[in-house]
């Protein structure tokens, strides 16, 4: 069985259920393979920050409402306004303390909250990583509105990356959240990172891109998404510049030191044939690249675009397996 198959075959429930305030452990419920699903915990719990002026709020409220479902793992969110995020906790004796944000994507229009979720967040779980799958908030949708009109609409009034605004909000907060109560939750509060697709990829990408170090993630995975703002906010210098003297052979140079406002370590993956966000996607890279950043890069041969947990009978379906060596490889693992 593939890793995206036993993904979809062992999700917990997915995050429509109404948020709750409460400690950690209300609402837990025994899943698939040991893995703790917990009850939503509601992001702001004091109130939800008002955007004034954010273009995807409408004049009139708005109910949020699931739709799909038919298929396994096509189930989706709309009309986000409560952000919640909730927790995936592995079985006892395979915690390793690393945790990951997951923000879905959906054109911040909807949240595809199983096959970018859920079913993510149950099969990290299972293999010792803490997983919360964040329902961020979302551009509203009016009553008989149609996914196709949506999309129209907000390519025609909103621009690159404004529809995210809130998702960063939410996703910067959760992050906060989960440090200040790492040990509720069994985690380290300094290996906590963060994977987006598509859309959560803008979201993931601007955690990664926050302006203070210490309100980032300890490390960001962008799944076929990046950041989309228009323009992209300065890279930071990921090393400090060779001394005066320095041989301008790369290899006759000593190893670059770090500079003290560098990025977190990235994990990038997409396919090939995505014609949504590939060429994009690889001048993100290549920006990265040309700032002295050397993320992990995966392209594969096919996959088109939304691949997430949903077995393909092709190497997307691996990605998983590969995020997991990737965070094992840089040590995220590892007691400190």
């Not at 529809?163 to 985690?187: F, K, M, N």
């Not at 906590?192 to 993931?204: D, K, N, T």
Request: with cysteine.
């Amino acid at each position: 069985m593939t890793m995206a198959a036993a993904a979809l075959l062992g999700a917990a429930a997915v995050i429509a259920a109404p948020c709750v305030q409460a400690a950690p452990a209300a609402g837990e419920s025994a899943g698939a393979e040991g893995v703790r699903t917990l009850a939503p915990v509601a992001i702001w719990p004091g109130g939800v920050p008002d955007l004034p002026g954010w273009p995807g709020k409408l004049a009139v409220p708005v109910t949020e409402e699931a739709r799909g479902g038919q298929v396994p793992g096509d189930r989706t969110l709309w009309n986000v306004t409560v952000p919640t995020y909730q927790a995936f906790l592995p079985p006892p004796g395979k915690a390793t303390g690393a945790a990951v944000i997951i923000a879905p994507g959906g054109g911040f229009r909807l949240l595809a909250i199983e096959h970018e979720g859920s079913y993510v967040a149950q099969w990290l779980a299972a293999h010792g990583i803490a997983a919360f799958v964040l329902k961020y908030r979302l551009i509203q949708t009016p009553p008989g509105e149609t996914n196709e009109a949506m999309r129209a609409r907000v390519n025609a009034t909103i621009k690159p990356g404004e529809g995210g605004i809130p998702g960063v909000a939410d996703g910067l907060e959760t992050l906060r959240l989960l440090r200040s109560r790492a040990a509720e939750y069994g985690i380290d509060p300094q290996r906590i990172g963060v994977v987006g697709f598509s859309a959560g990829g803008h979201v993931a990408g601007m955690m990664a891109l926050a302006p203070k170090r210490e309100d980032r993630p300890n490390f960001a995975g962008l799944i076929y998404g990046m950041p989309f703002a228009s323009p992209l906010p300065a890279l930071p210098p990921a090393n400090l510049p060779y001394p005066p003297g320095t041989p301008k052979e790369p290899w006759l140079q000593p190893p670059a030191t770090p500079a003290p406002g560098h990025l977190p370590p990235l994990f990038m993956a997409s396919a090939q044939d995505d014609v949504v966000v590939q060429l994009g996607f690889r001048a993100f890279y290549d920006k990265l690249y040309e700032s002295g950043y050397r993320p992990e890069m995966h392209l594969y041969q096919r996959g088109g675009h939304g691949f997430g947990a949903k077995p393909l009978g092709g190497t997307t379906d691996h990605w998983m397996d590969e995020f997991l060596w990737w965070i094992e490889g840089e040590g995220l693992t590892a007691a400190r």
